[in-house]
């Protein structure tokens, strides 16, 4: 089992661009997140998906949205980068909503 | 505001000693527990859960919940060079469909040889 799979690993984007990261994850997971770490402020949910068909938002949701594509995939896609969405992007999943989580190799994002 | 708090640190022990890493949360209503282990440039790694009051051990790692104080705590028993890295405590709490973690903001643990 490969687990969270996050792609890419790296990726450098102008200001306005857009791009979506993709994750996936094999190990049938009914739940799936995306997080953003940041120096000094920890790790915060952006989006989650509780169960496939439905998606929420975390804390610091805007400029971002999110599709659960089927219960294996959970996509954050930026639609006009700006640089305060410079960090590394973490997804997780979990077999319940309240349970434990699982987290991918991560995205560092740099927006110029 | 839902609020998890950890002490930054670092927090410095010998090796061989016992790690002590501390976590206060803010909703009573919270049901799960979490420990995470994360290296640097690293993704978190799972190490720890607990649901109920009381301690539980799993090798050299024990977790002690008390939820009348809002507590939670890791014990690291034997500390290695190999255990230094930021530990971060996290707490499942009511969101708005569902649950969602909250996480403190670490503790960085350094084990000197």
């Known amino acids: 089992n490969a687990g969270v799979t996050q792609t890419p690993k790296f990726q450098v984007l102008k200001t306005g661009q857009s791009m979506t990261l993709q994750c996936a994850q094999d190990m049938n997971h009914n739940s799936m997140y995306w997080y953003r770490q940041d120096p000094g402020m920890g790790l915060r949910l952006i989006y989650y998906?509780?169960?496939?068909?439905?998606?929420d938002k975390g804390e610091v949701p805007n400029g971002y949205n999110v599709s659960r594509l089927n219960k294996r995939e959970f996509s954050l896609r930026l639609e006009s980068a700006a640089p305060s969405q410079t960090s590394v992007y973490f997804c997780a999943s979990s077999e319940m909503n309240r349970g434990e989580q699982f987290f991918g190799p991560g995205t560092r994002l740099t927006v110029l | 505001q839902k609020e998890v708090e950890q002490n930054s640190g670092p927090l410095s022990v010998p090796e061989g000693a016992i790690a002590s890493l501390n976590c206060t949360y803010s909703d009573r209503g919270s049901q799960s527990f979490f420990w995470y282990r994360q290296y640097s440039g690293k993704s978190p790694e799972l190490i720890m859960s607990i649901y109920s009051n009381g301690d539980k051990e799993d090798g050299r790692f024990t977790a002690q919940l008390n939820k009348a104080s809002q507590y939670v705590s890791l014990l690291i028993r034997d500390s290695q060079p190999s255990d230094s890295a930021t530990y971060l405590c996290a707490v499942n709490m009511r969101a708005n469909s569902g649950y969602a973690l909250n996480f403190g903001k670490g503790t960085s643990l350094l084990v000197t040889p």
């Open positions: 998906s509780a169960s496939e068909g439905t998606t």
